[in-house]
């Protein structure tokens, strides 16, 4: 068919081809998008009273906000309060780090110690991207001030690629070690307060001499540290003279899985177990830990029949941490009375 208006189509195909031209330069001479820096983005959290000598992770502590990410994170300025230089803090100290996930179903010490090595970072760092503050077990109030001093100041940098921002006069304040927990140790002067702590719960274990009840404050639980190389945990059972009562007794203990240890020695006396430390190892909850996963958990426990013929199920329940490697040793004290263990 022929074209009434060949003129007018080349015209218009003309035009269209200049537009789509010019919108094609146009988009390519567009800036590029950029990154920005929220007014909104803050660290909801500017005191940190770490315990010194433990790996202290601080979370939840930062609010993106509309900052565009990733982010960067950087301390800068670690000083003391009159505004000293701190270096100890942030220069490379070797630290114990995991490579692989701790499960809490590894078969040896050596399957755990394979999933960690050492590195060099800082005793107080950020995480680079996600500004959660973390405080190395390495750190230690030989070389870093802990309360009642005022501790430390610093600065955090943040930035992305469009721009950066500073968060000015953060607190350090750590506390000094206590080596486990519960402990009777005060936070600031690390003298203890009371001698002994209690189980977390017992149920109907009663007396030796009365037959009546026995209450939890009426058992203390003693820990120790002993002189000596390597890494175990021995748990004893004495009675108010400190004689010592054989863990046998305690018929219906899992003693094969009461604590992630190996190579497990049973006496008339103790049960000891080579351990990796710390116990637990990480924040993580497995069949050996509380439901949080932040305390091992043990259970010991034993029946006996009473009067009338009924069976009593005994137990008494300990929720503990230990940080500080070693040969430890948890005493369990009943500073009443003896349990009673025959039958009725």
């Known amino acids: 068919m022929n074209n009434k208006y060949p003129l007018a189509s080349l015209c218009i195909f003309f035009i269209g081809l200049v537009l789509l031209v010019s919108t094609i330069g146009c988009t390519k001479n567009l800036p590029e998008d950029r990154e920005s820096i929220g007014t909104d983005t803050r660290f909801t959290q500017t005191v940190y009273t770490p315990i010194l ?43 114990q780090v995991w490579t692989q996930p701790y499960l809490g179903d590894e078969k040896s010490i ?37 309360q009642p001093d005022s501790g430390y100041v610093f600065d955090v940098e943040m930035s992305n690629s469009g721009g950066r921002r ?17 402990s009777e140790q005060d936070p600031l002067t690390g003298l203890s307060k009371y001698v002994g702590l209690t189980p977390r719960s017992m149920s109907n274990i009663r007396g030796e001499r009365t037959g009546n009840y026995m209450f939890f404050f009426t058992v203390g639980v003693l820990f120790k540290k002993n002189v000596g190389e390597g890494n ?52 993580y909850r497995t069949e050996y830990t509380n439901i949080f996963g932040d305390m091992a958990s043990v259970k010991f426990r034993y029946d006996r029949q009473g009067f009338g013929n009924i069976r009593e199920e005994a137990y008494l329940n300990l929720d503990f941490a230990i940080f500080e490697p070693g040969n430890w040793e948890i005493t369990v004290w009943f500073t009443g009375e003896r349990p009673k263990f025959d039958n009725d």
């Open 232 to 283: 175990s945990l021995t748990f004893k059972f004495v009675d108010s003279l400190f004689k010592p009562i054989d863990p046998n007794k305690f018929n219906l203990t899992k003693w094969d899985k009461l604590v992630h240890g190996f190579n497990m020695v049973k006496t008339n006396e103790s049960v000891k177990y080579d351990m990796a430390y710390p116990i637990p190892l990480i924040a």
């Open 53 to 95: 000598g433990r790996n202290t992770l601080f979370s939840n502590n930062f609010f993106v906000g509309s900052s565009s990410q990733p982010l960067t994170f950087k301390i800068i300025n670690m000083r003391t309060r009159d505004g000293v230089a701190a270096p100890k803090l942030t220069e490379t100290t070797p630290v």
């Open 166 to 182: 500073y968060f000015r006069d953060f607190k350090l304040m750590p506390l000094k070690e206590r080596a486990y927990e519960p």
């Open 110 to 146: 050596a399957e755990i110690e394979a999933k960690r090595k050492i590195e060099n970072r800082p005793l107080f760092e950020i995480r680079e991207h996600s500004g959660q503050f973390l405080m190395w077990a390495a750190a230690n109030s030989s070389n870093i001030k802990t």
